[in-house]
T-cell receptor
Framework: EPEVTQTPSHQVTQMGQEVILRCVPI?????FYWYRQILGQKVEFLVS????????KSEIFDDQFSVERPDGSNFTLKIRSTKLEDSAMYFC????????????FGPGTRLTVL | DQQVKQNSPSLSVQEGRISILNCDYT??????FLWYKKYPAEGPTFLIS?????DKNEDGRFTVFLNKSAKHLSLHIVPSQPGDSAVYFC????????????FGAGTRLFVKA
C-alpha cells in the first residue's frame, strides 16, 4: 500500500539554525500539507500546497517557514531560523483530491531545538 | 482555535462493549468530518469520514453519526477490541481551496481485555 514517508525521523538543531524537513507524498496525490503537534497539544495545520503553490496557510506559518516541491516527488518544509518553540512533531500529509478529504499522514519528524 | 472540540480527554471501555467518542464543532462552513486514529510515535491514520450531506456512515465496526443542527458528531466502535486503544482525533475540513483539516484535541481510548 502506498504511504507517505518523512526524513529524518528525528532532527536536533541549535536555536537560530535552519532546518529542512523532507517528505515524499503518495505519487498520484495532488494536495500536500504540513502539520505540527507540540508535545501534549493538538495537531495544528501549517500549510497546504497545490499546483506548485501555497493554497492556504495558518497564522503559525510566518516568514520563517517556507515549502517547496523541488522535483516530482519531494515536498520540503524549511524553517529559516529555528526557535525553541518550534520543537514539535512535524507531519506531512497528502490528499488525492477526490474523496472526502482523506489525507494520508507520514510518520512524522521530531524536531528538537536546543 | 477551538473550532473542533473533543471534551473527553480519555475513555475506558471493556472489550466487546461499545465505545462512543464525541466531538463538537462551531464552524458551519465545514463540509467534511473525519476521524483519525493515532498510536504513539506514528502519524494519524485515517479511519472514517462523513460528508455534511449525510447523517451516518458505517465501515465495519466503525460508525460515524453527524447531527448538523447540534454541530455534533460521534464515532461508535462496536465491538471494541484491545487493539483499538489509541488516541482518536476528530477533524473537520471546508473547501476553502486547500482542504485544510482542523483537528480536535483528541480522546485517548483504553479498551480493557
Amino acid at each position: 500500500e502506498p504511504e507517505v514517508t518523512q526524513t529524518p525521523s528525528h532532527q536536533v538543531t541549535q536555536m537560530g539554525q535552519e532546518v529542512i524537513l523532507r517528505c515524499v507524498p503518495i505519487s498520484n496525490h495532488l494536495y500536500f500539507y504540513w502539520y505540527r503537534q507540540i508535545l501534549g497539544q493538538k495537531v495544528e495545520f501549517l500549510v497546504s500546497f497545490y499546483n506548485n503553490e501555497i493554497s492556504e496557510k495558518s497564522e503559525i506559518f510566518d516568514d520563517q517557514f517556507s515549502v517547496e516541491r523541488p522535483d516530482g516527488s519531494n515536498f520540503t518544509l524549511k524553517i529559516r531560523s529555528t526557535k525553541l518553540e518550534d520543537s514539535a512533531m512535524y507531519f506531512c500529509a497528502s490528499y488525492q483530491g477526490s474523496h472526502y478529504n482523506e489525507q494520508f499522514f507520514g510518520p512524522g519528524t521530531r524536531l528538537t531545538v536546543l | 482555535d477551538q473550532q473542533v472540540k473533543q471534551n473527553s480527554p480519555s475513555l475506558s471501555v471493556q472489550e466487546g462493549r461499545i465505545s462512543i467518542l464525541n466531538c463538537d464543532y462551531t464552524n458551519s462552513m465545514f463540509d467534511y468530518f473525519l476521524w483519525y486514529k493515532k498510536y504513539p510515535a506514528e502519524g494519524p491514520t485515517f479511519l472514517i469520514s462523513i460528508s455534511s450531506i449525510k447523517d451516518k456512515n458505517e465501515d465495519g465496526r466503525f460508525t460515524v453519526f453527524l447531527n448538523k443542527s447540534a454541530k455534533h458528531l460521534s464515532l461508535h466502535i462496536v465491538p471494541s477490541q484491545p487493539g483499538d486503544s489509541a488516541v482518536y482525533f476528530c477533524a473537520a475540513s471546508a473547501n476553502t481551496g486547500g482542504f485544510k483539516t482542523i483537528f480536535g484535541a483528541g480522546t485517548r481510548l483504553f479498551v480493557k481485555a
